[in-house]
């Protein structure tokens, strides 16, 4: 059980734990993605993008975080397959999207979720930024 638990913590994210959302620059938005810490899929991990700009790559227990322009986004992620959700961003607002794992047939597939501003207090305190 030992060897399970640390090969999975090699797989969670490592950086800064989060403390507070950063307010978007006068015009622009920001997008938050996270995914809880999980044991079931907790070694899959994946990049995650808004149309076609790379966010970060999403461990166990992290969390991203992207600057955009306002304008719909398809938030995205592939593993054996493609999963996305739609996301309006508006200016000087704040959005997130909580992401979790799917069983698949060889890997785990992302799911994602578009969520409130308060859930995704309670749900992204304690996280680290994801690389």
């Known amino acids: 059980m030992s060897l399970a638990a640390l090969m999975l913590s090699a797989c969670a994210a490592t950086g800064t734990q989060f403390d507070s959302f950063k307010q978007p620059s006068e015009g622009q938005a920001m997008l938050y993605v996270y995914r ?15 149309n076609d700009t790379i966010i970060g790559r999403l461990r166990n227990g992290g ?7 306002p304008g719909e986004y398809d938030v995205w992620a592939q593993t054996e ?6 996301v309006e961003l508006k200016p000087n607002e704040t ?9 698949g047939v060889w ?9 409130s501003l308060n859930e995704c207090k309670k749900g992204i305190q304690g996280l ?4």
Not at 64 to 69: G, I, R
Request: proline share 6%; aromatic share 10%; net charge positive.
């Open 107 to 115: 890997v785990g597939r992302p799911h994602f979720e578009t969520v």
């Open 63 to 69: 969390y991203v975080e992207k600057e955009l322009p």
């Open 81 to 86: 397959a493609k999963r996305s959700t739609l």
């Open 36 to 50: 809880p810490k999980a044991f079931v899929g907790g070694g899959t991990h994946f990049k995650v993008a808004a």
């Open 95 to 103: 959005r997130c999207v909580r992401a979790s794992i799917d069983m």
């Open 128 to 131: 680290k930024q994801s690389f």
